[in-house]
């Protein structure tokens, strides 16, 4: 029996990752287990040199940094507003 390399098991870890993630009902919970998962996916796609499954993943961890910043920004704004 071949044992488990770490490239494999870093490929599950994003796998599992990514599952979970859509199992938040947080947005911003949702939007950061995602990230880690895509971010794990890139280092797992780059590894086994199959770019599109890095680029893809590179690609939807920016969408989710993007759409964080969004949040935490329109959160500061309506906490300032309030003041």
């Known amino acids: ?3 488990i390399n770490t490239i494999e098991i ?3 870890a994003a796998s599992i ?3 979970i993630s859509l199992m938040m009902k947080d947005i911003i919970w949702l ?4 990230f880690v998962g895509c ?5 797992y796609g780059a590894s086994i040199e199959a770019w599109p499954v ?4 590179a690609f ?6 993007y759409h964080l910043l969004k949040i935490l ?3 500061n704004n309506a906490e300032s507003a309030a003041e």
Do not use: D, H, Q, T
């Not at 971010?39 to 280092?43: H, I, N």
């Not at 890095?54 to 993943?57: E, K, L, R, S, T």
């Open 1 to 3: 029996m071949e044992a």
């Open 10 to 12: 870093m490929g599950y």
């Open 17 to 19: 990752m990514v599952a």
């Open 31 to 34: 939007r950061c287990l995602n």
């Open 39 to 43: 971010s794990l996916f890139v280092v």
């Open 54 to 57: 890095a680029g893809m993943n």
């Open 60 to 65: 939807v961890a920016c969408i989710n940094v």
């Open 73 to 75: 920004r329109s959160r």
